[in-house]
């Protein structure tokens, strides 16, 4: 009777008060998600005209690698993205809650970013640094200045990858040291030098990796320790005490793990985790890849929600707002090492994707979007939470501003990953309209990420769509 009850307020909910309980199991069993209501957006798509989804899929499949994975059974062919929202083939709406990746910050097709990227394309796509262009100069000079301490120095590369990979070289040339640490659980990359960073089996191929130690993630929800950030880092000390020379090059973390599964550090973790490594003769490291440029809502920078001042900073996706783009920021002391040979990235800083990423930041401050992702985010995870206590399933959830992971287990005590159910309700997701990642080393990790436009009606969607998919299993 319980569960009658519940299933009856959960469709009170989403329906309105004039939703009855019927006595006919087909009336009770009718297609419930065929009825959730995304909420309303003025924006008509352009008719599409062309390659179907099954063509596209069979000449992916014959022409592109064979590691490329896809979401859902039957795959969506996008087609159109409008700020929060992208569009299939058919024109159906789908609310976009993992934002290409977390790489879509002000919203599809934003018409500021948009009118920056074609008025430069207008005049001038590409040359390099090797001659003047006042775009790369604007763009560093902007960027800096969002940058705490001396972290003044800019390096624009391409990719995230891209990115952690020149901090590590900066590290060892500036340490004389060799080996870096990251932590488990970590995603850092995916090229043949950032996959010894990355610390999930999922991701790493059988290769060399280099002098790469991966210590014990202060995982909140599943670390041996729990949220008692003074025990990770006695196990990290006792990591470079026992594992390494005793110096190291530097130490690289996601203040929130992303492909990890939306995994908040410990608080104060970074803080014990920094002066370690510095006494270790090493630098420190912040990946602001997916959790940078206003996300967590409680600061434009993830690594300031630690208190602390990184050495190195690398970023990516959100940057240029899908824009192939990433940089690292670091101090004038440590960029000098770079001079002693040279050191060039023929896209970095390309005109078109600096006027684009001067665009982003301009647009983040202009619509106030760090505020906005503190209040979104909090309303968000706080609907979050009171599912808790109506669904056992829900063993966690996490993260702050609009980087939430919302993880799934078949019993809280043993913490048993609910791959199937997490698989089920992807599906059924995308049945009502809602696109979501997944992450975590056993993929039961909702990862709600979506662009930064993201309103308190669509965290509203989102909510009762996962009690009504939940009350569904």
């Known amino acids: 009777m319980a569960m009658v009850k519940r299933s009856v307020g959960v469709y009170q909910r989403l329906f309105g008060s004039s939703y009855c309980l019927s006595t006919s199991a087909a009336t009770t069993d009718h297609d419930a998600s065929q009825r959730l209501q995304l909420p309303p957006f003025d924006y008509k798509p352009r008719p ?10 069979a000449r992916r499949k014959k022409f592109l690698g064979p590691s490329l994975f896809h979401f859902y059974q039957k795959p969506l062919n996008i087609v159109e993205g409008k700020m929060q929202y992208l569009f299939d083939e058919n024109g159906r709406r789908y609310l976009d809650a993992f934002a290409g990746i977390v790489t879509i910050s002000c919203g599809h097709c934003h018409p500021e970013v948009l009118n920056a990227i074609m008025e430069q394309s207008k005049l001038l796509q590409h040359t390099t640094t090797i001659y003047l262009h006042h775009a790369i100069a604007d763009f560093a000079e902007t960027l800096a200045s969002k940058m705490p301490g001396n972290l003044k120095v800019v390096y624009f590369v391409n ?10 070289l900066m590290a060892r040339l500036y340490t004389g040291n060799i080996g870096m640490i990251s932590l488990r659980n970590a995603y850092h990359g995916g090229s043949s030098s950032t996959i010894g960073l990355t610390a999930m089996n999922t991701w790493k191929y059988p290769i060399p990796e ?6 014990m993630n202060p995982d909140p929800y599943r670390g041996i320790f729990g949220s008692d950030a003074s025990s990770y880092a006695r196990e990290l000390q006792d990591h470079i005490d026992y594992g390494t020379s005793g110096k190291v ?7 929130i793990q992303g492909a990890g599964g939306a995994v908040e550090l410990a608080p104060g973790y970074l803080k014990l985790a920094y002066d370690i490594i510095h006494k270790a003769g090493g630098v420190c490291i912040a990946d ?6 206003a996300r967590t809502g409680s600061h434009f920078w993830g690594f300031e929600s630690q208190g602390v001042i990184p050495d ?27 001079a002693q040979k040279l050191q ?43 599912l808790m206590h109506v669904h056992d399933i829900i063993g966690d959830v996490r993260g702050r501003g609009l980087m939430v992971g919302i993880e799934f287990v078949t019993d809280r005590k043993e913490k048993t990953p609910a791959k199937a159910e997490t698989t089920t309700m992807h599906e059924r997701f995308r049945e009502i309209g809602i696109l979501v990642g997944k992450g975590g080393m056993h993929g039961n990790v909702f990862r709600i990420k979506p662009p930064l436009c993201f309103t308190k009606n669509d965290a509203d969607f989102v909510v009762d769509a996962l009690d009504y998919a939940i009350s569904k299993l």
């Open 210 to 215: 280099g002098e790469v130690h991966h210590v």
């Open 48 to 57: 599409y005209k062309g390659p179907l989804a099954d063509d596209v899929f």
């Open 344 to 386: 060039f990235n023929t896209f970095g800083g390309n005109p078109v994707c600096s006027a684009g990423g001067l665009a982003v930041l301009r647009v983040l401050d202009k619509e106030k979007r760090q505020s906005h992702c503190a209040e979104v985010g909090s309303h968000l995870i706080q609907r979050l939470r009171s």
């Open 288 to 293: 602001e890849v997916q959790c940078g440029f």
């Open 312 to 338: 190195i900073v690398t970023m990516a996706k959100g940057i240029g707002n899908g824009l192939p783009l990433g940089a690292v920021v670091t101090t004038p002391e440590i960029a000098s090492v770079m």
């Open 159 to 168: 990719s995230g990858s891209e990115a952690n990979d020149l901090a590590m």
């Open 249 to 255: 090059a530097g130490f690289i973390a996601e203040t």
